[in-house]
């Protein structure tokens, strides 16, 4: 299992935006690559993913205002974040996984997202 390390969250206000990193070794591009989210007392949900062919599908409520993106030269992955609303505020994730099967990676310790109202 590999740890993937994430970065970039803070504190900011609604309608605000952030990115969000997501160091990930070369040879897991061949992996879909997607960002998660957790509150506190609630299950952690899949937010965006990208697969290794580059097609990305999003949660509902982050469609046209979330963007995940890859940089191969730089071994990350992104997760643009645009017009965030109270209710986006979680720990944030990444992890890889095999097409439409469960995260192989270790849970890492996240990125904390806060938008104040």
């Known amino acids: 299992q590999v740890q993937l390390v994430e970065s970039g969250g803070g504190l900011v206000q609604a309608g605000g935006s952030l990115r969000l990193s997501c160091a990930v070794p070369?040879?897991?591009?061949?992996?879909?690559v997607g960002w998660y989210r957790q509150v506190s007392g609630k299950q952690r949900e899949l937010v965006a993913e990208?697969?290794?062919?580059?097609?990305?599908n999003y949660l509902d409520s982050v469609k046209d205002r979330f963007t995940i993106s890859r940089d191969s030269a730089r071994n990350t992955v992104y997760l643009q974040m645009n017009e965030l609303k109270p209710e986006d505020t979680a720990v944030y994730y990444c992890?890889?996984?095999?097409?439409?099967?469960?995260?192989?990676?270790?849970w890492g310790q996240g990125t904390q997202v806060t938008v104040s109202s």
């Open positions: 992890n890889y996984r095999l097409k439409s099967l469960r995260p192989l990676g270790s």
């Open positions: 990208i697969g290794a062919d580059g097609s990305t």
């Open positions: 070369l040879y897991l591009f061949r992996y879909s």
